[in-house]
């Protein structure tokens, strides 16, 4: 009995740190198109102040995600368990004291608001919500990630919220377009789809899938690529009024943003896939490529002005104001 005690995993600090995905933080990278946007329609000197502006919200914004990732994991042990392999993550395997757990979780929320504060109001209330959507994601009776669409748009929010970090970084008292943020939103639901499309392959069992994910009790191969093509499609709709109203140069890079999109699907098909872990995308050499050149192809479009491009692109048809002009001056006077 007593080697039986001796043999039950006990909590460690390296387990502890690492249900905080200090790895994860890659994903932050989602808060610097926001940066690049504000400069690009509002330029203005690009030094010391706003790097350090733009290091101080990257540390808040690791820390929220951080204390939205030590969440997840307490609350998804028992449903890791059954995973093939997410049952050999901390939680499930023992390795975290669960009181500690919870108490890290409260207090990297409060070290991430606290960073938050000294950028301004604005960016620390989108820290907030960073949080508070990974309490709505994670904590019962809503958990939405347990709902089918609802947990892939619930998750993928956090883009447009860290694109809006980067955005009031830059410019804390402008508002973001609209059409922007929702073409993030699309995009990050398309990435999460193909994330959920790509599990639910590897598990294999449509039972299994259900045990480990509620969601899958729902979803099918099919629903879920019907939904990865509805993502990928109101995305593009979104990013082209956005281009149209506000940076017309972008749209010499829609191959770009289609190839991202395309070569990452293919990724999902493979075995043990990368899309399934984010973090671990670095290993795919195609993908990493495009991303790279369609990264560099947008930030230099949001700058470099073609002055050609508003006569190219006029309308030549009659528009609807101008529709109604032409009606107003013929119209029969009384």
Same mark, same amino acid.
């Given at each position: 009995m007593?080697?039986?005690?001796?043999a039950?995993?006990?909590?460690?600090?390296?387990?502890?740190?690492?249900?905080?995905?200090?790895?994860?933080?890659?994903k932050?990278?989602?808060?610097?198109?926001?940066v690049?946007?504000?400069?690009?329609?509002?330029?203005?000197?690009?030094?010391?102040?706003?790097?350090?502006?733009?290091?101080?919200?990257?540390?808040?914004?690791?820390?929220?995600?951080?204390?939205?990732?030590?969440?997840?994991?307490?609350?998804?042990?028992?449903?890791?368990?059954?995973?093939?392999?997410?049952?050999?993550?901390?939680?499930?395997?023992?390795?975290?004291?669960?009181?500690?757990?919870?108490?890290?979780?409260?207090l990297?929320?409060?070290?991430?608001?606290?960073?938050?504060?000294?950028?301004?109001?604005?960016f620390?209330?989108?820290?907030?919500?960073?949080?508070v959507?990974?309490?709505?994601?994670?904590?019962?009776?809503?958990?939405?990630?347990?709902?089918?669409?609802?947990d892939?748009?619930?998750?993928?929010?956090?883009?447009?919220?860290?694109?809006?970090?980067?955005?009031?970084?830059?410019?804390?008292?402008?508002?973001?377009?609209?059409?922007?943020?929702?073409?993030?939103?699309?995009?990050?639901?398309?990435?999460?789809?193909?994330?959920?499309?790509?599990?639910?392959?590897?598990?294999?069992?449509?039972?299994?899938?259900?045990s480990?994910?509620?969601?899958?009790?729902?979803?099918?191969?099919?629903?879920?690529?019907?939904?990865i093509?509805?993502?990928?499609?109101?995305?593009?709709?979104?990013?082209?009024?956005?281009?149209?109203?506000?940076?017309?140069?972008?749209?010499?890079?829609?191959?770009? @943003?289609?190839? *991202?999109?395309?070569?990452?699907?293919?990724? !999902?098909?493979?075995?043990?896939? =990368?899309?399934? #872990? /984010?973090? &671990?995308?670095?290993?795919?050499?195609?993908?990493?490529?495009?991303?790279?050149?369609?990264?560099? @192809?947008?930030? *230099?479009?949001?700058?470099?002005?073609?002055? !050609?491009?508003?006569?190219?692109? =006029?309308?030549? #048809? /009659?528009? &609807?104001?101008?529709?109604?002009?032409?009606?107003?001056?013929?119209?029969?006077?009384g």
């Open positions: 007593m080697q039986a005690e001796s039950r995993p006990r909590p460690t600090l390296a387990a502890h740190l690492q249900i905080a995905r200090f790895d994860h933080w890659v932050n990278v989602f808060v610097l198109p926001g690049v946007v504000a400069l690009g329609l509002d330029p203005r000197p690009v030094g010391g102040p706003l790097l350090a502006r733009l290091a101080l919200g990257l540390l808040a914004t690791g820390f929220v995600a951080s204390s939205n990732y030590v969440l997840n994991e307490l609350l998804d042990g028992r449903f890791d368990a059954l995973h093939p392999t997410k049952r050999d993550r901390p939680v499930p395997s023992g390795r975290v004291s669960i009181p500690l757990a919870y108490a890290q979780w409260l990297m929320m409060v070290i991430g608001l606290a960073l938050a504060s000294r950028i301004g109001l604005s620390t209330l989108t820290m907030a919500w960073l949080w959507m990974g309490c709505i994601y994670n904590i019962p009776p809503v958990r939405s990630k347990d709902l089918p669409y609802v892939v748009l619930s998750e993928a929010i956090n883009n447009p919220i860290r694109m809006l970090a980067g955005w009031f970084i830059v410019a804390p008292n402008a508002v973001a377009p609209a059409s922007l943020l929702l073409s993030y939103w699309m995009v990050g639901c398309y990435f999460m789809a193909i994330k959920r499309f790509s599990e639910y392959r590897m598990i294999g069992s449509a039972e299994r899938a259900s480990y994910r509620k969601s899958f009790a729902y979803y099918d191969e099919r629903k879920l690529l019907v939904s093509t509805f993502y990928a499609s109101a995305a593009m709709l979104f990013l082209g009024a956005f281009i149209m109203r506000y940076r017309l140069e972008l749209i010499f890079s829609f191959p770009f @943003v289609a190839l *991202v999109m395309a070569v990452y699907l293919s990724v !999902s098909f493979k075995p043990d896939s =990368a899309a399934q #872990a /984010p973090e &671990k995308l670095y290993r795919e050499p195609n993908l990493m490529a495009s991303v790279v050149v369609c990264a560099v @192809v947008m930030t *230099v479009l949001c700058f470099v002005s073609i002055p !050609s491009l508003p006569r190219i692109f =006029a309308p030549t #048809a /009659p528009t &609807k104001d101008e529709t109604k002009s032409v009606e107003a001056h013929v119209a029969p006077r």
